[in-house]
């Protein structure tokens, strides 16, 4: 299933950034290192409201960031806990619970509603908007970001698509 394939190369990317980030936070002006938690925070809330609308459970924040800037830990273990709920979700969710309708209030107070299926497209588009931002601040003060393509995923868990080239010899 592609969501479930999407969802896992999510969890590795988000994985990937954190471990460049975290071997090399030290090295950001305080500001962006901020910026780095805030933006990434940002999109694992978003996770997490969206997961409690899709599985019925109460919401665990009332707005789309928490007023407090967490840990580079406490990121890493939400982080992680979402993400790994999203790949058993989307390795598990029939068409049917995919084309299931939500109804919701955003943070903002405005309602909406949307299939599973697009919330999960939203979730995907949305986390690798945030990881552009936070790989970007690495990026703009000189620092390694992580190389974190679906297509280098798809050949680092599958490496049997991955083929060396071979010129003819003339």
Known sequence: MLFAKAFQYKKWANSELLAFGERQFHLLPESDAVFFIRILNHT?????????RMSGTP???S???????????????RIEKNDSWLVDFSVTATPEIMSRTI???FTDGDLGTLSVEEVMIHLLTHGSNHRGMASRTLAS????RPKDTFTRYLHEVEP???????????
């Open 59 to 61: 919401e665990l924040y």
């Open 103 to 105: 109804s919701f209030k």
């Open 44 to 52: 694992t809330v978003v996770d997490s409201l969206f997961i409690s």
């Open 160 to 170: 049997g698509r991955r083929k060396e080239s071979r010129r003819a010899s003339t």
């Open 141 to 144: 003060n000189g620092l390694e």
């Open 63 to 77: 707005a789309d960031n928490t007023v407090e800037t967490p840990t580079y830990s406490e990121l890493k273990e």
